[in-house]
C-alpha cells in the first residue's frame, strides 16, 4: 500500500517568512491532495495536483507536483499567524486506499 | 489514536431515498467531522457534530439534505436525505486527537452509490 511521508515534522518560523513542507510517495503519485488542519475546524481541502511538473497556487501557497521523485512541495510565501496549523498530503485511490502523510505542524511567530 | 468503525461499509440506493450512516469512537470525543469524497475530487467537509448542540454545517451543505445527530460524545449518525446520482460518494467520520496538535483519525467510510 501508498505511505506518504512529510518533512519537517514540525516548523517554527518568524512572520513573514517563507518556508516549504515536503511530502514523498512510497508509490507513483497519481493525485496529490493538500489539506489543512486547524484544531477544532476539520481539515480544509487546499489544493489537488495531478500531472507531473504541475503547480497551483492559492493566496500565498504554492503547491508542485514532481512525479518523477514521486515528491510533492508545499511553500508558503511571507507567512503570516494565520497559516499555523497542521498541513495534511493525501493521496491514492478514492474511499479505504486513501492515506494521509503524518502532518507538519507549523507555528508562525508574530 | 481513536477507533473508529462506520455503517454500513457501502450501500447501493435508489434515488428519493435516504440512508443513515452510523459512526461509533471507541473514546469520547467533543468533535466529529463528517466529510464527503465524491469520485475524483477531494475529501470535503460537510459538517461538524458537537455532542448536545445543533452540527455546524459548511458552505453548499444543509441541514435540510444532511441531518446530522450527536446523542453522546461516542456516537453520531449523517443521513442523506432524498438522495440523487451526484450524492454517490464515499462519506467519512472523523475525530480530533485529543490534544491540539494531532492529527485526525478517519472511518473506515462508507461508500454509497445512488441509482
Known amino acids: 500500500s501508498q505511505e506518504l511521508e512529510q518533512s519537517p515534522q514540525s516548523l517554527i518560523v518568524q512572520e513573514g517568512k517563507n518556508l516549504t513542507i515536503n511530502c514523498t510517495s512510497s508509490?507513483?503519485?497519481?493525485?496529490l491532495y493538500w489539506y489543512k488542519q486547524k484544531y477544532g475546524e476539520g481539515l480544509i481541502f487546499l489544493m489537488m495536483l495531478q500531472k507531473g511538473g504541475e503547480e497551483k497556487s492559492h493566496e500565498k501557497i504554492t503547491a508542485k507536483l514532481d512525479e518523477k521523485k514521486q515528491q510533492s512541495s508545499l511553500h508558503i510565501t511571507a507567512s503570516q499567524p494565520s497559516h499555523a496549523g497542521i498541513y495534511l498530503c493525501?493521496?491514492?485511490?478514492?474511499?479505504?486506499?486513501?492515506?494521509f502523510g503524518p502532518g507538519t505542524r507549523l507555528s508562525v511567530l508574530p | 489514536s481513536a477507533v473508529i468503525s462506520q455503517k454500513p461499509s457501502r450501500d447501493i440506493c435508489q434515488r428519493g431515498t435516504s440512508l443513515t450512516i452510523q459512526c461509533q469512537v471507541d473514546?469520547?470525543?467533543?468533535?466529529m467531522f463528517w466529510y464527503r469524497q465524491q469520485p475524483g475530487q477531494s475529501l470535503t467537509l460537510i459538517a461538524t457534530a458537537n455532542q448536545g448542540s445543533e452540527a455546524t454545517y459548511e458552505s453548499g451543505f444543509v441541514i435540510d439534505k444532511f441531518p446530522i445527530s450527536r446523542p453522546n460524545l461516542t456516537f453520531s449518525t449523517l443521513t442523506v436525505s432524498n438522495m440523487s446520482p451526484e450524492d454517490s460518494s464515499i462519506y467519512l467520520c472523523?475525530?480530533?486527537?485529543?490534544?491540539?496538535?494531532?492529527?485526525?483519525?478517519f472511518g473506515p467510510g462508507t461508500r454509497l452509490l445512488v441509482l
Open positions: 508509490k507513483t503519485l497519481y493525485g
Open positions: 472523523s475525530v480530533e486527537g485529543p490534544f491540539r496538535g494531532e492529527t485526525q483519525y
Open positions: 473514546s469520547q470525543v467533543t468533535m
Open positions: 493525501g493521496a491514492g485511490p478514492l474511499g479505504q486506499n486513501f492515506v
